[in-house]
């Protein structure tokens, strides 16, 4: 999907908020509580972490790339910084051979003496991977870090949520001894599902920090195109139905006086229906809330873009 007029002005921050559905589903799991949903067990609202956003956003961003937004001539500098195809700290000595032609201890011992060659390595790992230009990244092997443009709000749940536990048959026998000395044709496996949850995730792309590391208006659309198709490849047992029904960026103009992002947060509400609002009948699907934007509230210096 290609997104026109993208308004990124010096200086101008885009605020955004998401609504992700869940039904049966566990879209977070918490692994010290046998990686149950994650839950806020004050308020009974379900969780889900920066973490967890970020990663499908960097997992559909690097699907969504082939043939999308990138040329082949481009790819190489865009790639996946927090990924599995190597360490953090052999893509940080990469980056140091190719920015300096030092090896990793002589750029060390450079950098004691003048630390502003750190930031020639920097900008080799900014252009080089999408996600450290969108949310930062500490640079172990050269002793720094980069702070993030895409700063990503720990989501919650609308309303308190019904957790159902699930015990399973399963034939996958786990071990030789279990099917030859045991016996064992069958054993038990269990896991946690979500009800229903409907998840807002706020987020705000740093219009600042975005000129320090070179995000430009073209990442901007990456990043709406990965949250647009974030769950379309990332369908699992456990994950079956998830999808983002919602997503608003409130893109500031540059007339803009720094309108305060919770002040467009607040123009977007979620509601239950009655019946489910007044405990009669406990949520289940996505038309079991009203979503409403009221678009008079939000500022003429805000453009406000409806993704979802």
């Avoid at 992700?20 to 918490?30: A, F, H, Q, R």
């Avoid at 190597?86 to 940080?92: C, I, R, V, W």
């Avoid at 901007?220 to 990965?226: E, I």
Wanted: hydrophobic share 40%.
């Amino acid at each position: 999907m290609k997104f026109e007029n993208i308004n990124f002005p010096r200086r101008r921050n885009i605020t955004m908020s998401l609504l992700l559905s869940t039904k049966y589903s566990n879209l977070n799991g918490d692994p010290d509580c046998g990686g149950a949903p994650r839950m806020d067990f004050a308020t009974g609202q379900g969780l889900v972490t920066d973490v967890c956003i970020k990663r499908k956003l960097r997992n559909a961003i690097n699907i969504r790339q082939d043939g999308v937004f990138m040329e082949d001539k481009e790819r190489e500098f865009n790639k996946m910084y927090i990924d599995n195809t190597a360490s953090l700290n052999a893509k940080d000595t990469d980056a140091v051979e190719k920015a300096t032609g030092m090896t990793l201890a002589a750029f060390k011992t450079a950098a004691k003496k003048d630390p502003s060659i750190k930031r020639i390595v920097i900008q080799r790992l900014l252009n080089d991977y999408f996600d450290v230009r969108f949310y930062g990244a500490v640079l172990t092997a050269i002793l720094s870090r980069v702070t993030g443009v895409v700063q990503v709000c720990i989501g919650e749940t609308v309303d308190p949520v019904d957790l159902i536990p699930l015990k399973v048959v399963r034939q996958a026998i786990a071990t030789d001894k279990e099917v030859f000395e045991d016996g064992k044709e069958t054993m038990f496996g269990e896991k946690t599902v979500i009800a229903y949850g409907l998840y807002r995730v706020d987020i705000v792309i740093d219009a600042i920090r975005a000129q320090e590391n070179g995000f430009t208006a073209k990442d901007v659309a990456v990043l709406y195109d990965g949250i647009i198709h974030m769950f379309d490849h990332d369908r699992s047992a456990a994950r079956s139905k998830v999808d983002v029904r919602r997503a608003i960026a409130w893109e500031r103009q540059e007339d803009d006086d720094d309108t305060a992002d919770w002040k467009l947060w607040e123009t977007l509400k979620v509601e239950a229906v009655p019946d489910v609002k007044e405990g009669k009948r406990h949520a289940r699907c996505y038309e079991d809330y009203v979503v409403t934007l009221d678009t008079a509230a939000v500022p003429s210096t805000v453009y406000v873009r409806e993704l979802v």
